[in-house]
């Protein structure tokens, strides 16, 4: 893998499921990701749920993904395609090392 990058997507988690069969369909793009549950608070926070109002901060679920940063622009021009006005917030990292302790030398 080349000059490896982390795209980290912070979107609604009522599109998660869909977002990572997306995903998942593009192999060449990225092997892997990892899912979790998290909460966010930021621009369109008018958007919330009432609970999400008491509370202050919205559901959200994040994805990372390891990929190779010459693939970073084709997929986020599927993402913006797929999910246009969707509320997905994105950022990308420089990876310093990459691998698997499972995996031998």
């Known amino acids: 893998m080349k000059a490896p990058v982390r795209l980290t997507l912070v979107l609604p988690r009522a599109i998660e499921d869909e977002l990572v069969d997306v995903l998942s369909g593009h192999p060449e793009w990225a092997r892997g990701l990892t899912l979790f549950h998290a909460q966010g608070h930021g621009r369109r926070d008018a958007e919330l749920g009432a609970r999400e109002r008491v509370r202050g901060r919205a559901e959200r ?6 990929l190779d940063e ?11 395609q797929r999910y246009a006005g969707a509320d997905i917030t994105w950022w990308c990292s420089p990876v310093l090392a990459f691998g698997s302790l499972h995996e031998t030398s």
């Open 61 to 66: 679920s994040a994805v990372d993904l390891v």
């Open 70 to 80: 010459t693939h970073v622009e084709d997929l986020l021009a599927l993402l913006r």
